[in-house]
């Protein structure tokens, strides 16, 4: 492309007929086919200039009105041109990510924007203009096109992914034959995003056309969009990159729910399952979203989650960290939530209790601990009987727990074990192993695995030696 192409050329509005318009159009699109930047090899200022000026002047022109549709043979130079000035490697960062600061991430800002963000406003005008037929918009704007868009949602730069999601949009409303395949190429997105991708930097942008999407279902919903809130939309709570695209994800699944209130178990069961153990921050946006969902469901419906729901809670309670223990107790200030504890009051409190009890005797904040306290006294006005028992058996556990923690210091000193399946040759206290089998047989609580020594009868046993000067072959059993 010489520069003698740019020059000497007339404006489109002074081409009187509309043949003549689009035999322009069509030459000056190929002029704008090469990627020009002051940063790139080919740039200079001059040429910057002409092709600014030039995509300006196309944009111009698809805002106005027109009375003839586009023919067709403009449609494939301008997917063209587009295609090569859009289709490239976006600017991204190497490394990991730190996204406990989503709104300060560093950028890295495409060197030829000031013509990409032209060339994109060619393109989101040319497929919203009601002069352009779709059915020849479908012979260029391909199922290959669609999934390089795509693609490109990873830019760093805001300002492209903003463009991206007008465009894609357009495009969905428009092409009507195309929604399937725009629907399942993003769930696969999401997906590889998940699964296998350590970043990705559009699914916010994503989310909230999926919105838009969402919003124009017909009732009653497909399987298929049931299927893709369960498989795409609620896995999306995995990413360690959540918080950036929370708001957007929860504002998905509330419209879900809403056009089908049953959803919202399947929503909560995922929550429950991926609830994170030691990510405090993301923690503290499962318990807002909770309590949103919550409040979207009948208290009949809740039976079925009721369980993993209050024992995620409680675990919450307990946590160390003062925000997510706030966030938990800060439960009790909705009415909905207060209402369904007490409807299923025979599982919430026994989970909830003992995590406010052991926070009013040891957690370090005193917020936590103030709040710990009210909530107790709450739980005790709602169900008194209920509460004392509840209380009560609080209480025989923490005698146990720490009848154990004596025992078990006592017997670790007496065989003086330097690991779980080494022994030293000294004989325990019989007392203490036999106190500790009691304990085994009599409560299911400590059958587990507790700081690395199993309190479990056959497991206890195991450990024993046999004594010096007897039969090591016989293997006696410990009464």
């Not at 020009?36 to 009105?65: A, C, F, H, V």
């Not at 009601?130 to 795509?150: C, E, H, N, S, Y």
């Not at 428009?174 to 997906?191: C, D, E, H, K, V």
């Amino acid at each position: 492309m010489g520069r003698q192409g740019w020059e000497g050329l007339p404006a489109l509005k002074d081409v009187p007929t509309f043949d003549a318009q689009c035999d322009l159009f069509i030459h000056k699109l190929s002029l704008c086919h090469e990627r020009i930047g002051l940063n790139l090899p080919n740039g200079n200022l001059k040429r910057e200039s002409l092709k600014r000026q030039t995509l300006e002047e196309l944009i111009d022109y698809l805002d106005q009105p027109m009375k003839d549709s586009f023919p067709m043979r403009i449609y494939p130079p301008l997917i063209s041109m587009v295609s090569a000035n859009v289709f490239r490697r976006v600017p991204t960062r190497d490394g990991l990510v730190n996204y406990s600061e989503p709104d300060d991430r560093s950028q890295s800002f495409e060197p030829a924007w000031v013509h990409v963000e032209l060339v994109y406003g060619v393109l989101q005008r040319f497929i919203a203009h009601p002069r352009a037929d779709v059915f020849l918009m479908q012979t260029v704007v391909t199922k290959g096109f669609i999934l390089r868009l795509l693609d490109l949602f990873d830019s760093e730069d805001i300002r492209e992914r903003e463009q991206l999601k007008t465009i894609l949009h357009g495009a969905y409303s428009r092409i009507i034959p195309l929604r399937g395949f725009i629907r399942a190429s993003i769930t696969n997105l999401f997906q590889r995003y998940i699964y296998e991708l350590p970043r990705f930097n559009g699914v916010a942008e994503l989310l909230e056309i999926l919105g838009s999407i969402i919003n124009g279902f017909a009732l009653p919903l497909r399987d298929e969009h049931k299927e893709f809130l369960r498989t795409a939309l609620v896995p999306l709570h995995v990413p360690a990159g959540l918080a950036t695209y929370h708001v957007q994800l929860s504002f998905c699944i509330t419209l879900f729910v809403e056009k089908d209130t049953t959803l919202a178990i399947d929503a909560i069961k995922g929550l429950c399952k991926y609830w994170p153990k030691v990510q405090s921050k993301k923690e503290v946006l499962f318990l807002a979203e909770l309590e949103e969902l919550l409040e979207l469901v009948e208290l009949e419906d809740v039976s079925s989650v009721v369980e993993p729901v209050f024992g995620r809670i409680a675990g919450s309670i307990s946590s160390q960290h003062f925000q997510v223990a706030e966030r938990a107790l800060l439960l009790w200030n909705n009415e909905y939530v207060v209402n369904c504890i007490m409807h299923y009051r025979e599982v919430a409190m026994p989970a909830i209790i003992p995590a406010l009890r052991d926070n009013e005797r040891r957690h370090w904040n005193q917020q936590v601990v103030l709040l710990s306290c009210h909530v107790q006294r709450l739980l005790g006005e709602m169900d008194p009987q209920l509460y004392d028992r509840c209380f009560n058996e609080d209480e025989r556990s923490l005698v146990r727990r720490e009848r154990v923690a004596r025992l078990k210091a006592k017997l670790s000193e007496d065989m003086n074990l330097t690991s779980e399946s080494e022994w030293s040759g000294t004989i325990p206290s019989m007392s203490s192993i036999s106190e500790l089998l009691e304990i085994a047989r009599t409560s299911s609580e400590y059958r587990s695995k507790e700081n690395g020594v199993d309190l479990n009868c056959t497991e206890l046993k195991r450990h024993l030696p046999t004594a010096g000067g007897e039969n090591d072959d016989d293997d006696e059993e410990v009464k």
